[in-house]
């Protein structure tokens, strides 16, 4: 069965970095557009990132960009989100999905990581 | 703010109708498929509905999906206690050339 297994979350000081991953499992990983999407304690989901399954695209929404890179690693099955200058208000839980369609449909979803940025 | 826009919160009882709407523009909605996820207290999101209308297997029928010009809807018929939950519709943002999400209603089966 499909399993997204996100991990690398923490307390982090503002203007630290920080990585995450996200370890796939039970479909073919190479053939999938994979995304990252965050909800911060008591808000809403936010879309943050996506990589196409042959990485020739790659989009971030504006509150990210340019401060953080996604990536992904075939013989590992693994997506990566790097996250530099980290800020309060990338405090949130961080998901990754599986794009099982167009238009951002997410079929499967990890259990999600936290990230606290807090000095 | 939310590119979409979802009402806060709906209500309704047991074995009652509840639809959710969800509002976008050309670049949004009205050029792309819209998915609906239901989000429990505690969990991960999960995919309800997909391009607009079709259910993912063992999402039961009571949820339904529709989508006219720039916005969409969700339905939920047979209102049961476990269906409290958060409800958010997601797209793609051609202009943008990022994924959108509303800002989430809070389903309460009183």
């Known amino acids: 069965q499909v399993q997204l297994v996100e991990s690398g979350g923490g307390v982090v000081q503002p203007g630290r970095s920080l990585r995450l991953s996200c370890a796939a499992s039970g479909f073919s990983f190479s053939t999938y557009a994979m995304h990252w999407v965050r909800q911060a304690p008591g808000k809403g989901l936010e879309w943050v990132a996506v990589?196409?399954?042959?990485?020739?695209?790659?989009h971030y929404a504006d509150s990210v960009k340019g401060r953080f890179t996604i990536s992904r690693d075939i013989s590992k099955t693994t997506l990566y989100l790097e996250m530099n200058s980290l800020r309060a208000e990338d405090t949130a839980v961080y998901y990754c999905a599986r794009e099982g369609g167009a238009s951002c449909r997410f079929d499967y979803w990890g259990q999600g990581t936290l990230v606290t940025v807090s000095s | 703010q939310s590119v979409l826009t979802q009402p806060p919160s709906v209500s309704a009882a047991p074995g009652q109708r509840v639809t959710i709407s969800c509002s976008g523009s050309s670049s949004n909605i009205g050029n792309n498929h819209v998915s609906w996820y239901q989000q429990l207290p505690g969990t991960a999101p999960k995919l309800l509905i997909y391009?607009?209308?079709k259910r993912p297997s063992g999402i039961p029928d009571r949820f339904s999906g529709s989508k006219s010009g720039t916005s969409a809807t969700l339905g939920i018929t047979g209102l049961q206690t476990g269906d409290e939950a958060d409800y958010y519709c997601?797209?793609?943002?051609?202009?943008?050339?990022?994924?959108?999400f509303g800002g989430g209603t809070k389903l309460t089966v009183l």
């Open positions: 990589i196409s399954y042959d990485e020739s695209y790659k």
């Open positions: 997601g797209t793609w943002d051609s202009s943008l050339s990022a994924g959108v």
């Open positions: 391009e607009n209308n």
